[in-house]
């Protein structure tokens, strides 16, 4: 197929729309009070701001956050940190709860409806495409690239997704791919996992990403709306679908991961548990970190409170601090 040629990046007519309901339940105390995105990574950042700013740094400037799940320390963190992108510069940020907008009794039913009872407000800034984007994961990602390859492959979605083992292949859904990359059928947490064609040993799951020109979303959310057996989910529901009846093709992490020199690596994390999420934390206190946040060329922003600087006042045995890096094993 010919590469379409566009004058200005894609990302400049898209919008990200993230969601950020999740209740998080396997993180146990760190979610009695807040949602998943909400919760503090890295001492500092919240998780949301992973994917905030991942589509900011990748030039897009429409962005909208459902939430649902005790969201009150989510939309602060949103309003205090986020509300810098301003109208006049053709920019947008909408902060979109649950709010019973289609029936007395309907809140968000799943993945798919979060955007589906959105459509309206997503239409009247008319982008050309939409990036869906999971809250809750931790990496860098330039979505342009995901954006050019969903122009030139001509998909009705592009489905991000990251390289696993198979041994860990289990725990996620798993996309079975030709050897162009168009998904044969997707897998939810299977037993036998496929591998990646001419790379055994692998496999490629889901990121919770999706590319899609904005009709053909809106048409895909208006079909499912009328299935009376959906689950108004898209892994459970508007991927298989689109695999099995249209074109769904597969973006590899790897070809649009953000590394600094000093990441070797590509980095992606799904911090939905206590272990996961205390790992990913200590990723971070390497002298040479998986994960750079100290890479000024694609910043992770966040809300930062205005506050008095640390000082250390005691010299006495016992009361002083110190930094040391320690294997996983001495902890």
């Not at 200005?8 to 339940?25: D, E, I, K, Q």
């Not at 799943?110 to 959105?118: H, I, K, L, P, Y």
């Not at 508007?238 to 099995?244: E, G, R």
């Amino acid at each position: 197929m010919e590469k379409v040629s566009y004058s200005t990046p894609l990302s400049r007519s898209t919008m990200a729309y993230v969601l950020a309901g999740g209740r998080g339940t396997r993180l146990l105390e760190l979610t009695d009070w807040r949602a998943k995105p909400a919760v503090y990574f890295g001492g500092k950042s919240r998780i949301v701001d992973f994917a905030l700013s991942n589509a900011l740094n990748s030039g897009i400037r429409r962005i909208a956050v459902a939430t649902q799940y005790k969201a009150h320390s989510l939309i602060r963190h949103l309003q205090r940190g986020w509300n810098f992108l301003q109208p006049v510069r053709n920019e947008s940020f909408d902060i979109l709860p649950a709010s019973q907008r289609l029936g007395d009794s309907q809140w968000y039913a799943g993945t798919a409806d979060a955007v589906f009872q959105n459509l309206d407000i997503i239409s009247g800034y008319a982008p050309e495409f939409v990036v869906v984007l999971a809250g809750d994961h931790i990496y860098k990602m330039d979505y342009e690239r995901m954006l050019v390859q969903h122009v030139n492959s001509d998909a009705d979605v592009t489905v991000g997704c990251v390289e696993v083992p198979v041994k860990d292949a289990s725990g996620f859904g798993i996309m079975h791919v030709d050897a162009e990359g168009r998904i044969l059928s997707f897998l939810e947490k299977p037993e036998t996992p496929p591998e990646i064609p001419g790379r055994p040993g692998w496999c490629l799951a889901s990121m919770g990403i999706y590319a899609f020109r904005r009709q053909a979303l809106a048409e895909q959310l208006r079909r499912d709306a009328a299935d009376p057996h959906s689950h108004r989910d898209f892994g459970h529901d508007i991927i298989p679908w689109l695999v099995a009846n249209a074109k769904a093709v597969a973006h590899r992490f790897s070809d649009s991961c953000v590394r600094s020199r000093a990441e070797g690596e590509a980095y992606w994390r799904d911090v939905g548990t206590l272990d996961a999420y205390w790992e990913a934390n200590i990723d971070l206190t390497a002298v040479v970190p998986e994960l750079d946040l100290y890479d000024r060329d694609w910043p992770i922003w966040t809300y930062a409170e205005i506050t008095p600087p640390a000082k250390f006042v005691h010299d006495l045995d016992g009361r002083r601090g110190s930094a040391i890096e320690i294997g996983r094993a001495h902890v």
